[in-house]
């Protein structure tokens, strides 16, 4: 398989803080790969000393198979669309676009032809005249990209940039982006800290937190079967509780919380045994509610658990409502409620019953200074 | 009184003191100087109106060849204020860390603790025939005899452009600051060298601050007058020096404020071609640099 970009080993040292702490990996030629961590993880860094900006400490950084070290940032032949776009403001949308190939010294006619080329690639044909500040959010986006696009970048390199728009927007340039992305055919290297931005685009994503990849892998994979508590956590909603080990066996673990509740759990991590600290994750959408107290009291044993409590808070978001449910041992649980049936018209107060299956809580050994939100 | 006059009296208050200082410091001044230029004297205190001062200037070939000659080396001096101004402005504003910042913009506001007078005779002990520079050479064999090296063009272009460099620094630094980082790092991205990326990006996006630099420059350099005539002696031929005579050695009042209107007049019209040449109108290099 050829690789557009491949990163071997990748360190980098500020002083004694260091920031991307040997990072590998290998992008395949024309897929949409996403580095998605919280904000000073470090993601930002190695974007940097991909487009040449910033030296590695240790590592080599090769695209299409040579090692692009020695090369100033002019010379690499990958493209930054940068977090606040840093169009041009003194050029028109024209000569923004032609300002690369002006610089590879082309001729003037091919030059034309080619920014009116992509132009169109990119849906805005008609722009070629407007002053940057005559365009709305979403076009100076394409025309950041169209000015990239325009070079032919073995890869392009996205730094949040959608992270200033507002909300109704990005999601259409999420659809966008990975659209351009498939019509183009290039390699994106996209960074974010928003995970559906990661999820919705990707073909891999990999997890960064304190300078290192937690996992990487396709977005499915990511949400269903995280590695890591911190992947764990980060991406996408989760329940978290804080417990400790009762006993286990080959299909699962029994977790006691500090509030007393009882789980039975899957096991993810072999090395996990009887009486170690553990953070157990439920997501709130494999919690089934039911209406009333049923039988009362909470039950963790064979293949379910169960816990009865009231809601204290109905959270309405369009697609699903989520409800915060107060425990009688005083947790607090996020569960989301099923579109329409006998469950949709839950009101404060009222008493229901949550189950959800041994498969669906993942326990992960607690790490130090692990976070999750 | 209603709220609306309120408004009115308090907007009127808080303009009254700059609307006096306009009118009695500016305007008032220079209709008098121009009343002044268009009195022509026909016998001992008879006076006619006419433009006989403003012929006289024509006239008399050395009047209008000093005139070009200030507005002239006032350009080169614009000119090489820019060149030494901008590297120091580039730095200041992109390269240094905070605290070099500060430290730097202390040590370009210095030297305006010192009247520009005290300054000009710290160039004449350096640069004088018993001077600092002199007396180096000598000893260190370089030159046989005493050098003078005051009273010529090149020392006053150098005193002029230390003079006033200060005032391309600022503007040039506050508008350099003003741009994002990220641009010039994208100039590189895309593919350009260092002098493309300073040639088509960092002087586009700079022009109001060196345009209002410039103005400012040029004017305090065409209007100047310790320094040309401390350093460039009696004969440096500069046109404040002109107006001067006519006022105080000839008496000729009438001459003189023809020649005051003359260098208004002559360096406005320099500043508005140097604007319509660069592209630029004053409201925008105005608004841009103060940014």
Redesign the interface.
């Known amino acids: 398989m050829a690789y557009d970009l491949e990163c071997e080993r990748v360190r980098k040292r500020f002083g004694a803080f260091v920031a991307v702490d040997g990072v590998s990996f290998r992008i395949p030629r024309g897929s949409f790969f996403s580095i998605l961590g919280p904000s000073g993880c470090g993601k930002t860094t190695l974007l940097r000393m991909i ?3 910033e030296t590695p400490s240790e590592g080599d950084i090769l695209i299409k198979g040579r090692s692009v070290l020695a090369l ?4 690499r032949n990958v ?2 669309v ?3 776009l ?1 169009l ?4 028109n949308v024209e000569e923004n676009i032609a ?2 190939l002006r ?2 010294g082309m001729a003037k006619g091919e030059i034309a032809r080619r920014t009116a080329d992509v132009l169109e690639r990119v849906g805005l044909p008609d722009a070629r005249r407007k002053d940057i500040g005559q365009l709305s959010g979403g076009q100076k986006q394409r025309i950041a990209i169209a ?2 696009m325009v ?1 032919d970048p073995d890869v392009l390199l996205l730094d949040e940039p959608l992270g200033a728009l507002d909300l109704k927007l990005r999601e259409h340039m999420k659809i966008e982006l990975k659209m351009l992305q498939s019509r183009f055919g290039t390699t994106f290297l996209y960074i974010t800290h928003d995970q559906s931005e990661a999820l919705v685009m990707s073909d891999r994503v990999a997890v960064m937190n304190d300078g290192r990849f937690e996992q990487v892998g396709e977005p499915r994979e990511l949400y269903h079967h995280p590695k890591t508590a911190f992947v764990a956590g980060f991406v996408g909603d989760s329940n978290r509780w804080p417990g400790r080990v009762l006993d286990r066996d080959p299909a699962g673990m029994r977790v006691e919380t500090r509030s007393g509740l009882i789980f039975i759990a899957d096991v993810t991590d072999g090395g996990i045994g009887k009486g170690d600290a553990v953070d157990v994750f439920v997501r709130p959408e494999s919690i089934a509610v039911t209406r009333g107290e049923g039988a009362g009291g909470q039950d963790a044993s064979g293949e379910t658990n169960r816990r009865t409590g009231r809601i204290e808070g109905v959270l309405f978001n369009g697609a699903n409502t989520r409800i915060l449910v107060r425990t009688s041992t005083g947790d607090q649980i996020e569960a989301d409620l099923p579109q329409g049936g006998a469950e949709a018209n839950l009101g404060n107060g009222d008493p229901v019953t949550l189950t959800w299956k041994r498969t669906g809580a993942k326990c992960f050994a607690r790490a130090g200074g692990t976070q999750a939100r | 009184m209603t709220r609306q006059h309120v408004r009115r009296l308090t907007l009127f208050m808080l303009l009254a003191p700059f609307l006096l200082w306009i009118l009695l410091m500016i305007v008032l001044p220079h209709l008098g100087i121009f009343a002044l230029s268009l009195r022509e004297k026909v016998a001992p205190l008879v006076y006619t109106i006419g433009p006989k001062n403003y012929l006289d200037f024509l006239r008399e070939p050395i009047y209008w060849n000093t005139l070009l000659r200030t507005a002239s080396i006032s350009i080169l001096v614009t000119a090489l204020t820019f060149l030494v101004g901008f590297p120091i402005a580039y730095y200041i504003a992109k390269i240094a860390g905070r605290r070099v910042k500060g430290a730097l913009f202390l040590a370009c506001l210095i030297p305006l603790w010192v009247s520009d007078l005290v300054r000009a005779y710290g160039w004449m002990i350096l640069l004088r025939e018993t001077g600092v520079v002199s007396s180096v050479l000598q000893w260190t064999g370089i030159v046989d005899g005493p050098v003078e090296l005051l009273y010529n063009d090149a020392t006053v272009v150098v005193g002029l452009v230390y003079t006033v460099v200060l005032f391309m620094i600022v503007p040039l630094a506050s508008t350099l600051e003003g741009m994002d980082d990220s641009l010039i790092e994208a100039g590189y991205n895309l593919g350009g060298s260092g002098f493309t990326v300073m040639r088509r990006i960092v002087i586009p996006y700079a022009m109001p601050g060196i345009v209002a630099g410039s103005i400012i420059v040029f004017m305090l350099t065409a209007g100047s007058y310790l320094t040309p005539i401390l350093l460039g002696g009696k004969n440096s031929m500069w046109f404040t020096e002109q107006i001067y005579e006519q006022f105080i050695t000839r008496f000729n009042w009438e001459s003189g404020a023809t020649f005051g209107i003359l260098l208004l007049l002559f360096t406005s019209l320099t500043v508005w071609l140097g604007l319509r040449l660069s592209g630029q109108s004053l409201a925008t290099t105005v608004a841009r640099s103060e940014a």
């Open positions: 487009a040449g900006f100033p940032p002019n010379r493209k930054l940068f977090q606040h840093a041009f403001p003194m050029m300002y690369g610089c590879k000015r990239c070079l």
